[in-house]
């Protein structure tokens, strides 16, 4: 193991980073029709708000999940009037080319990826082909809001660096859709048939996630000192379930635990723990040398910025982990809401040892400048890009 | 509506047939002789005339009780549980199986309404009060299937000398039996398991 990881870590610092070269977005929120060849180290985007600009960078992250990172439906990505939308790049990596494109037409709701111009048999198989991560402007919101969002964050991160990990997660949702239809319909023994199902894959979800949080947290709370100026934090998954009386596996608790929520299960209608009720907690030492407070209900804007600025960077890591290469980095207005001293804290570890291709948002021009200043300067507006600023 | 759209639709409303298929189906039988079309429509009537379940097993036949419970030289004292009597030739090919079959005719899926009610289950448990002794339980490995094989086997575990397995891993997840290769059944029928 040891060996295995420390190769790994030799490649990644050798292994050149994947980048996206042309692009087209055709009938996608507010695109007509967008035609980029796109330089090896990025490009600054500038924009006002609605311009378009967080459009370009959820496009381009479609196609690393082929879904919206902000969490939107596929019909709902299409523009006004339009049936389908499309959106097709040249992706470079590991000495070749591949042509990646991802389509999606709202009559029969059919959602469509080819690579090399073949369309794939499984869309989640085709997951993950450059590696991205996004530096949201709604991040406040991914650190303090639903714990959907937070388990939202974990699935499409380990579905991307756990092999296995989508499989067990569209198994899991399978059977806990049955089994909660079974529960409403209130027969015991139909219940506890599916039981059984949700066990193995969810333990294997529970497992990963945890096991995430644990190796992570290091590397967040660095993030998040380097950042505040010497603010401790901590990340830690948080189950549903009790404790355990000993140390017992993910397969056993779960299975003790949803043995000992059947009762509830019933009356009310639902599986009540389990991955799906499960949450990452955040913490950060929101005042000087204070204790760590949770974020989902203590700390400014900035401060949970910061944490999210931290886990974006975590994630970064874990990506560059799994893939032997730096990923391609998405900033949606990454500075708003910072301090100047805490935006050049967050400059500087976004340049300094990482060459990943990046697409920054902002809505003036910024005068930090990414990969010594190799980056192209765009300027936005309503869907249509003007002039090189 | 035309008597072209009239089959095109019929056709299309078949598993795996979509509507561009249904109209290279009916524009081919446009194109045979009329008498290539009465073929195929009197093979429709006789199989709807003819075919029925078997009201022992469930397995679909000319004969009532079909071939299978009929011959003698089949085992009754092991019964092997199928989601659908087409997931039987399957089995058979495999040369690994010589008992009775059982057909649910589907699966549990709460989402589609199907409990163990709209199953034959019951037919099943009357079954085994007649000397069996080993039940295998051979739905698909899909999360439908093992929620039914888990569903069975607590209904039936407490059954006394009953054994009950089921077919081993290494079917495709998620995959029909149905369309499993001959050589990968028989592995899963050798390398069956007590449940
Ligand atoms: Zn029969």
Redesign the interface.
């Given at each position: 193991m040891q060996t295995a990881s420390s190769t790994s870590i030799q490649v990644a610092e050798r292994a050149e980073p994947a980048s996206l070269h042309r692009l087209l977005i055709r009938d996608f929120r507010n695109f007509r029709e967008l035609r980029l060849d796109l330089p090896e180290a990025g490009a600054m985007i500038i924009g006002p708000n609605g311009s378009g600009k967080t459009n370009l960078l959820e496009a381009i992250y479609y196609l690393e999940v082929f879904r919206s990172f902000r969490g939107a439906r596929d019909s709902d990505l299409i523009r006004f009037g339009e049936d389908v939308f499309r959106i097709e790049a040249t992706i470079q990596r590991d000495g070749g080319t591949e042509e990646l494109a991802a389509a999606f037409q709202k009559t029969g709701r059919r959602k469509k990826v080819e690579r090399e111009g073949a369309e794939v048999d499984r869309i989640t198989g085709a997951i993950g082909a450059f590696g991205a991560v996004v530096f949201d402007l709604d991040d406040a919101g991914l650190v303090s809001g639903s714990p959907g969002r937070r388990r939202r964050f974990l699935d499409i991160l380990l579905s991307l660096v756990v092999p296995g990990y989508v499989?067990d997660l569209q198994?899991y949702r399978?059977?806990l859709?049955?089994?909660n239809?079974?529960l409403?319909?209130g027969?015991d023994?139909?219940v506890?048939?599916?039981t059984?199902?949700l066990i193995v894959p969810g333990a294997k979800l529970m497992a990963a996630r945890d096991g995430w949080a644990r190796r992570r947290a290091d590397g967040f709370r660095g993030y998040h000192q380097q950042i505040s100026g010497g603010a401790g934090a901590s990340l830690e998954y948080e189950t549903s379930l009790s404790a355990p009386q000993e140390d017992v596996g993910w397969e056993m608790r779960f299975r003790s635990g949803l043995e000992a929520s059947r009762t509830r299960d019933f009356r009310r209608g639902f599986t009540t723990v389990g991955p799906h009720r499960d949450d990452l907690a955040i913490r950060a030492e929101v005042d000087s040398d204070g204790p760590e407070r949770d974020l989902r209900s203590f700390g400014s804007g900035g401060q949970k910025r910061t944490a999210a600025i931290a886990l974006r960077l975590t994630e970064a890591d874990s990506l560059r982990e799994a893939n032997g290469r730096d990923p391609v980095y998405l900033l949606d207005d990454v500075f708003a809401e910072l301090d100047r001293e805490r935006a050049e804290r967050v400059f500087r570890l976004l340049d300094e040892g990482r060459s990943g291709q990046v697409f920054f948002t902002a809505p003036k021009p910024a005068d930090m400048p990414f990969r010594d200043g190799a980056l192209a300067r765009w300027r936005i507006s309503d869907g249509a890009l003007l002039d090189h600023a | 509506m035309s008597a072209i759209e009239s089959l095109v639709r019929e056709f299309s409303r078949l598993p795996g047939i979509g509507r561009k298929t249904a109209q290279r189906l009916t524009f081919f039988l446009l194109k045979s002789t009329p008498e290539d079309g009465r073929r195929l429509a009197r093979a429709i009537e006789r199989v709807i005339a003819e075919v029925v379940a078997c009201p022992e097993c469930g397995n679909l036949s000319a004969d009532s009780p079909c071939e299978l419970c009929r011959d003698p030289r089949r085992d009754p004292s092991r019964i092997c549980v199928v989601e659908e009597a087409s997931d039987i030739p399957a089995i058979e090919g495999s040369g690994q199986f010589r008992g009775r079959y059982h057909v649910l005719g589907g699966h549990l899926s709460p989402l589609d309404g199907i409990g163990p009610d709209e199953l034959n289950i019951a037919s099943l448990f009357g079954r085994l009060e007649n000397g069996v002794t080993e039940l295998i339980i051979a739905t698909n490995p899909s999360v439908e299937g093992e929620a039914t094989a888990s569903y069975l086997f607590r209904l039936a575990a407490p059954t006394e000398g009953l054994r009950v397995t089921r077919l081993a891993r290494g079917l495709p997840v998620g995959g029909d039996l149905e369309y499993a290769d001959g050589v990968t059944i028989a592995e899963a029928f050798s390398g069956r398991r007590e449940m």
């Open positions: 499989a198994r399978a059977v859709a049955q089994r239809e079974a409403r319909a027969r023994e139909v506890d048939a599916w059984e199902g | -």
